[in-house]
């Protein structure tokens, strides 16, 4: 089985699109491990807020099929992927941590490089797996949310909750 990590996050309709995509999510790949829910400003444009997070989970699946999982959700929630602009989104799923995988591969880069650089990713990620070793790295995820500078970038948490208990 491979430790997997996801940032999630949306800005149009974001609470239904995070409960539903959990649902999608769960379905994929069993039971899920979420974080807090952060509210932050967008980074590149003006719009609403995201609601962000990130969900952990174990599979058996190839990188590839995850990241095929991931998009499917995706588009079930609108998201168009060819469109890279920033903007806005319905949902956003981006695979961070694929076990001790350091690649470029499969559309994707691990670790992905926005661990180093969003208080959105980093926090919640940090709530999950503070003692988890970055891979490639000599750092772990607690000590990296120590050393951030999340100066001039808004997060808040929030209350959502995304799952029945």
């Known amino acids: ?45 003006d719009g609403p807020d995201f609601l962000n997070l990130v969900i952990g989970f174990d599979t058996g699946m190839a990188l590839a099929e995850v990241v095929a999982e991931l998009e499917r959700v995706e588009a079930e929630h609108g998201r168009e992927r060819r469109r890279q602009q920033v903007t806005s989104r319905t949902l956003d799923l981006d695979l961070l941590l694929f076990g001790d995988r350091v690649t470029t591969e499969s559309g994707v880069t691990l670790p992905r490089d ?4 969003y208080a959105f990713v980093l926090r919640p990620l940090n709530d999950l797996a ?6 490639g790295g000599e750092r772990t995820i607690g000590e ?12 808040e948490p929030n209350e959502l909750r995304l799952v029945e208990d």
């Open 144 to 155: 990296l949310w120590a050393a951030f500078d999340a100066s001039g970038q808004t997060l």
């Open 114 to 117: 926005e661990i180093y650089t």
């Open 1 to 45: 089985m491979t430790e997997v990590y996801v940032g999630a996050g949306s800005n149009i309709e974001p609470e239904d699109n995070l409960r539903s995509a959990m649902v999608g999510l769960a379905a994929a790949f069993g039971v899920l491990r979420l974080s807090p829910v952060y509210r932050s400003a967008p980074v590149g444009f």
């Open 130 to 135: 503070p003692d988890l070793l970055v891979p």
